[in-house]
């Protein structure tokens, strides 16, 4: 080989070599999301986390311009989708949609399949919303104030429905016994919410504390009667129900809705999302929306939604000791 073809040769093989190189790097750096988004709900379809992450999955699809392909995955409580979730690949490609109900999990599991607080990477929350109390038609009250002093009038007769041990509407419950001396009413949990509320419908059970999204349908339609609020103050999500902080004060219990990545996720990228779900819940379509399901949009950063997070497990492992709630 004479030398300027050896020297081509040499030539060919670094370009060559440069570009096997260069190519993954090119490929690493396309901006994301570069793919479609896998958005796991660990619920079935319909609910109350499927509805508000379909409605905010469709508009950060068009904002990214990338589908956001919402995978139900049901089981365990949520417990199953959200393990599921926390095992992927920290790259922004897999996100999980939840509620407060994973918090209140981690306090009487203690064999969770993830850590609520170091498995995930808040991302951002959806919506907060208070719960609603309501009583069977029958049931001899019709204000906070009412409620307290029938139940303590008959210590032990009335009941409560949940939709099992261990559930937000179980915390909710017991939250408010543990902070009004005397409010004896007995826990009668279901397997799920759908028969409690039927039970309470048909007086097998007389009360129930749970989201608006839940409860809300059955007090328009007059299947039953709402008597009260959870939140501090008057909520635009049933404007004309009385808080029971007024009768008991400090009494408050919200439930949330929002979007974690796996723990590792770069924080450029969950800066990204953050802003992108916060563009979507800026929209008065989405806001209208929620209200109607019973919920308000609640914009925050990923450091807040972190320390919800964080601040309610701590709260609701403190409640479940003092009230010896534990997991069936």
Known sequence: MTPSRRHFAIAACALAVSAAVSAPAHAADAPYPAKPITMVVPYPPGGSNDVFARQVAKELGDLLKQPIVVDNRPGASGNTGTAMAAKAAPDGYTLVAVSSSMTTNAAVQTKLPFDPVKSFAPVAMFA???FVVAVNNDFPAKTPADLLRVVKAEPGKYNYATSGTGSVNHFATELLRSMVPGFDITHVPYKGQGPAVTDVIGNQVQLMISSGPSILPMVRNGKLRAIGITSLAPSPIAPDLTPMATVVPGYEFDLWWGLLAPAGTPPAIVSQLNQAV????????????FLREGAIATPVTPA??????EQDVKRWQALAKARNIVAD
């Open 304 to 309: 807040q939604f972190a320390a919800t997070i």
């Open 128 to 130: 907060k919303g208070p």
């Open 278 to 289: 916060n563009q979507v819940l800026a929209k008065p379509e989405i806001k209208a929306n």
